[in-house]
């Protein structure tokens, strides 16, 4: 039986795990101010026939806080990949040298500070949202195992501990964008 609750709580925590891995890709793909590689995280390159992502296809490098440079390993790769920096729609103009690309990334406004706060607050509620499903699923789960009443009611005790602790991790890594955001 310990097996079967020791599997299950696993499981629970396995996927709580994958809510906060989400939420990380997720937060790190949305601009805080300064210039980042993962910026560039949604592009999609066309590439050979298949859309290919941009990190795939060339070296994306910060010379400084406010620019990234583009530098793709096929020179012919340039057009295309300015035309995917265009229609992935981030709000960057991108200035091809006839050797690598350069955005100059502009600073955030306050209320597009305050709106990527909003956003990264949606973002983390839905991890939240991933996380009690986890905990939902787990209980349901224990609910079919033949255990006696402590059993169960100890194992909900540990699925909720799980569940709080993978909570206050997303709170926590909102706090942390929150920052980041907000520091000009």
Do not use: C
């Amino acid at each position: 039986m310990e097996e079967e609750v020791e599997f299950l709580l696993d499981a629970a925590k396995e996927a709580m795990n994958r809510a906060i891995e989400h939420l990380d890709k997720e937060l790190r793909s949305i601009r805080a101010g300064k210039a980042t590689p993962a910026m560039l995280s949604t592009v999609m390159v066309e590439y050979y026939g298949s859309q290919t992502p941009l990190s795939q296809v060339a070296n994306i490098n910060t010379p400084d806080a406010r620019t990234l440079s583009i530098q793709p390993w096929e020179k012919s790769m340039l057009q295309e990949i300015e035309k995917a920096i265009m229609v992935a729609n981030l709000g960057f103009n991108p200035m091809n040298n006839g050797d690598f690309i350069i955005i100059n990334v502009p600073p955030l406004t306050e209320e597009r500070r305050i709106e990527l706060v909003k956003q990264s607050k949606a973002l983390t509620e839905d991890a939240k949202v991933g996380i009690r499903s986890a905990r939902k699923e787990a209980n349901s789960d224990l609910k079919k195992l033949d255990l006696s009443e402590d059993m169960i009611s100890n194992t909900e005790d540990d699925i909720q501990e799980l569940t709080n602790s993978f909570v206050k991790i997303a709170d926590d890594r909102l706090a942390v964008k929150e920052k980041e955001i907000m520091t000009i």
